[in-house]
């Protein structure tokens, strides 16, 4: 792969070296799905990525989770950013999120989401997120990499959630970042409704459109169908036209499930009830469930269209699960990350630590486990890899790394020394611990948060505490000053952003500047 900081990725230099190696692609690229779910925790399903089985793996169902852990690896510690946009943000660009600065979720141009502070002046951050060209406010422009698919003979489809960029941005369509089908995919982060009854939030006059109304699914609006369902009908639709065209695909499929609103899928629902559930707990447990039988759906059309040999599965999560007060207003499901810390919106591991699995028959060693940590950018880099396609150029560099190496058990301890970063100098709109902002970096079993506001450090050896209870800053000066100017040499290298006090107007201080 090569990096250019300053020359724009030239479509109609590259064209007639795509024409010359699309035929050869064809033969030799695997279709590549990638199965992303919106606020999955950890233990939102029957699969043990710890090493041990919890009350929620006994709880939740997701039969066909366990059939592709089966036929594939499990990533016992993948992570992403804690709030939505920035990790999608970087998983499309490969770019770390301090460095692409979408550091909060988008939705609206211009206008900011964070929450408010009376003590800290919160940066002016990328509010509009990524888009392809240059010149628009607030964004970070880049190239993706399912452009650079696309531009390698690949087609490409969106389905469901984007959350790429704000309203009336390019960013917030799918088709301007290298998609070239794009299937109810928009500005919006989560659902106004999941349910078909209400057109998913659609008004029949279009008057007082919810901002979360999904779009292009009218022929579903008054049905019974719930949203992961038609989502899933329309992906294997697109699946069935794109075996037609006789080109490697790359699918997208990206569910709003297990967003808020917790609607009921009565599919599933009752089953829940039964075991014991109560109502909101039911209807959350039925959306996993229906987002695992949309995963079912698929494998299924890839089994019955003799492609499952030929196509690279990979499962992931955009944050950790939903476990804060301001939105479990009784109380329910507030520690359903055990053991992990916390949830969305929290640098605690409860935040960012997400359900990782990948499939590849033939390639991937079926029934297996990786315990070695990736990050969300590093998709990038792996899906081209993945393709066949090493000779690439981007706008922006890419901070993530191949795993292909872990998945083909090629490379052993290559994330042994590896700092990972993460850096939300935002005020998230939700509550709980770990959450505010914040910069935090992990290094082989030492994690460090860092809290702006008050220059609090927390370290924590993961390994042996994975739900950071026991802060050992104070024993190990000598760790906390080494991770502190890592993560302050990032920051500057990147350009990162940090919040400012509100009574002097100065910056908060990195790390190492204490």
Same mark, same amino acid.
């Given at each position: ?14 064209? =007639? ?34 090493? +041990? ?87 970070? +422009?880049?190239?993706?990499?399912? *452009? ?37 995919? /928009? ?12 057109a998913y939030g659609n008004t029949p006059d279009g008057t007082h +459109? ?6 292009? $699914? ?17 992906? $294997? ?9 006789? *080109? ?21 629902? *009752?089953?829940?009830?039964? #075991?014991?559930?109560?109502? #909101? ?20 059309? $890839? ?59 033939? /390639? ?58 993460? &850096? ?36 924590? &050896? ?15 000066? /000598? ?6 100017? #890592? ?8 350009? =990162? +952003? ?17």
């Open positions: 792969m090569s990096v250019n900081k300053k020359i724009l990725f030239s479509l109609g230099a590259m064209s =007639a070296v795509v024409s010359a190696c699309t035929a050869d692609k064809q033969e030799t690229s695997p279709n590549i799905i990638l199965f992303m779910v919106d606020d999955m925790g950890w233990q939102d399903c029957s699969v043990e990525f710890w090493n +041990q089985r919890t009350h929620y793996n006994e709880v939740f169902e997701t039969p066909n989770m366990e059939h592709l852990a089966a036929m594939g690896k499990m990533f016992t510690q993948a992570y992403a950013s804690s709030i939505s946009s920035p990790s999608r943000c970087s998983l499309l660009t490969g770019a770390n999120a301090a460095r692409h600065r979408v550091t909060n979720w988008t939705l609206e141009k211009d206008k900011t989401t964070d929450a408010k502070s009376a003590s800290l002046i919160l940066p002016e951050w990328n509010v509009n997120g990524i888009c392809q060209v240059a010149g628009i406010n607030k964004t970070y +422009q880049a190239t993706t990499f399912v *452009q650079i698919l696309k531009d390698n003979g690949y087609h490409t489809i969106h389905c469901g959630k984007a959350h790429f960029g704000a309203i009336d941005t390019p960013g917030e369509n799918p088709i301007h970042l290298g998609f070239e089908v794009n299937i109810a995919g /928009h500005a919006a982060g989560g659902p106004a409704s999941y349910l078909g009854e209400t +459109q919810s901002l979360f109304a999904i779009p292009g $699914l009218e022929k579903y609006h008054g049905t019974d169908t719930f949203l992961t369902e038609a989502l899933t009908i329309e992906a $294997l639709d697109a699946l069935d036209k794109a075996k037609e065209y006789g *080109q490697p695909f790359f699918l997208y499929m990206a569910h709003y499930a297990i967003h808020v609103p917790i609607n009921k899928d009565m599919r599933f629902y *009752q089953k829940y009830v039964d #075991k014991g559930l109560s109502e #909101k707990e039911a209807a959350y447990a039925a959306l996993i469930e229906g987002m695992d039988k949309s995963l079912g759906d698929i494998m299924k059309w $890839l089994e019955d269209n003799d492609e499952m040999d030929n196509t690279v599965i990979l499962f992931m999560s955009d944050n950790g699960g939903l476990s804060c007060s301001s939105y479990w207003r009784d109380g329910e499901l507030h520690t359903q990350n055990y053991p992990l810390n916390s949830g969305k919106g929290s640098a605690y591991e409860g935040g960012i630590r997400e359900p990782m699995i990948v499939a590849w028959s033939g /390639h991937v060693p079926p029934n297996t486990r990786c315990d070695e940590y990736v990050i969300i950018e590093d998709f990038f880099p792996t899906i081209l890899e993945i393709a066949g396609i090493d000779d690439y150029r981007t706008i922006q560099p890419v901070d993530g790394k191949s795993f292909v190496p872990l998945m083909l058990d090629a490379g052993k301890n290559i994330s042994k020394g590896r700092c990972l970063y993460w &850096n939300c100098p935002n005020l998230w709109d939700g509550s709980g611990p770990g959450i505010g902002p914040t910069c935090s970096i992990r290094k082989d079993d030492w994690k460090m948060i860092y809290y702006y506001e008050t220059g609090k450090k927390e370290l924590f &050896n993961i390994k042996d505490d994975i739900s950071e209870q026991y802060d050992l800053s104070a024993d190990n000066p /000598h760790i906390v000053n080494k991770l502190s100017k #890592k993560i302050g040499h990032f920051m500057r290298k990147v350009d =990162a +952003q940090r919040p400012s006090f509100v009574t002097t107007g100065e910056p908060c201080p990195w790390p190492d500047e204490l």
